[in-house]
């Protein structure tokens, strides 16, 4: 893998681990959880994707807001380097007239000071020369010390010139590298941070998939639960009780049962299931924690109206009772009763199991009358 790949694949497989699970893969194999814990549990995934894109989201606008400024950034420093470059024909201008005019000030100083030079050997033959010529000698003396004095000063004001002229060319020769460096490296942050951006934004339209998905996929479990629930109403639709079948809800509580031989009651109606998220919905029955294969008793005496497999049930039984009462009985292990027996109250009717369970052995009991769920504590002793 080449280093831009690197760069960008990187990113990727990092934002892939941060992407909550996917929807599907929440799903026990056969589609056997509870489905109002797997509509919570989409919804909760749809949550998080929520959180996750709106956080990317956040994350893409700081991100083009600090390419935006480091491309200000990068303006400013083509305008500062124009500016020397601009300033640089006319430095080195000067240091070039600065460096004639020392050369042309260096030589007529070192003639002049010859001359001086001279002119004092000649006055050291002073006695031999007639008084004028001495007098000569003197002022002419006195005239090339004062232009070589004169010399002296004009050459330190444009050797100082020359200097300044010679460091500020270096000057900005530095500045122009600095910049062309700095330039450099801003340069490399925008295309890096450019490439994350990039990365990014296939990442953003990677959740608006899965949360799309996701969406359709709670409306599917929504609408099979609504499907499942109506199909339960089919069979616990109220009909007209035979007389020798009547139980008025009196005669039932007198002789119910609690629903499990040997469990003990976890959760009650209107509660949100032990260890469930904050989202889950309240309980529409009780749930029983038992031994795998814990004998699950009838609660009233009845006759069984369905026995077999139901969606987000797993094995169920339901019996009818007479009076539209109805009792659920879900997450059997096996059935011991088929459609169409008559049981006594307390009679087995199946073993306690997991099936269709996300959390575990349990018995889940449901009580209905008219075919809504209604409080099991009504008509049937609780056991802790």
């Known amino acids: 893998m080449n280093g831009a790949a690197a760069r960008i694949a990187g990113p990727i497989l990092f934002c892939m681990a941060l992407l909550p699970w996917d929807a599907q893969a929440r799903q026990p194999v056969g589609g056997e959880s509870s489905d ?11 949550d998080e994707l929520a959180a996750s ?10 991100m083009e807001a600090e390419i935006a400024s480091i491309r200000r950034k990068k303006a400013d420093l083509l305008v500062k380097a124009d500016a020397l470059r601009q300033e640089q024909p006319g430095v080195e201008a000067k240091f070039n007239q600065s460096q004639t005019r020392l050369d042309e000030l260096l030589s007529r100083f070192r003639e002049r000071l010859r001359a001086l030079q001279k002119s004092r050997g000649q006055l050291e033959w002073a006695p031999a020369v007639i008084q004028g010529d001495l007098n000569d000698l003197v002022w002419t003396r006195r005239q090339t010390a004062a232009l070589v004095e004169a010399d002296r000063r004009l050459v330190r004001t444009v050797q100082n010139a020359w200097t300044a002229a010679l460091e500020r060319k270096r000057e900005l020769d530095r500045l122009l590298a600095e910049i062309g460096e700095n330039y450099k490296q ?3 942050a925008e295309l890096d941070l450019s490439e994350r951006l990039s990365t990014r934004k296939a990442f953003l339209g990677e959740l608006k998939s899965r949360e ?3 969406k359709r996929f709670l409306a599917q479990l929504t609408a099979a639960r609504k499907q499942a629930e109506q199909q339960i109403r089919t069979i616990v639709k109220p009909a007209p009780a035979k007389p020798e079948r009547s139980n008025p809800p009196a005669a039932l509580k007198r002789g119910a049962v609690f629903p ?3 469990g003990r009651l976890e959760s009650v ?3 949100k299931p032990a260890g469930a998220a904050g989202d889950a919905e309240p309980l529409r029955g009780w749930i029983v924690r038992g031994e795998t294969e814990s004998p699950v008793l009838s609660a009233f005496k009845g006759r069984v109206v369905f026995s077999g497999r139901f969606r987000g049930y797993g094995n169920l039984v339901i019996v009818d009772h007479g009076d539209s009462i109805h009792t659920l009985y879900a997450h059997l ?3 011991a009763v088929e459609v169409g027996d008559e049981l006594a109250a307390g009679a087995v009717l199946g073993v306690m199991g997991d099936s269709g369970s996300p959390d575990g052995i349990k018995l889940y009991f449901e009580l209905r009358r008219h075919g809504k769920p209604v409080d099991p504590s009504t008509l049937v002793p609780a056991r802790k």
Do not use: C, H, P, V
């Open 212 to 214: 799309d998905l996701g």
């Open 260 to 262: 499990s031989a040997n």
């Open 36 to 46: 109002a814990d797997r509509i919570a549990a989409q919804r909760r995934y749809l």
């Open 269 to 271: 109606f209107g509660q």
């Open 53 to 62: 894109r709106k956080n990317l989201i956040d994350e893409l606008e700081a």
């Open 333 to 335: 292990a096996e059935s």
């Open 186 to 188: 801003t340069a490399d």
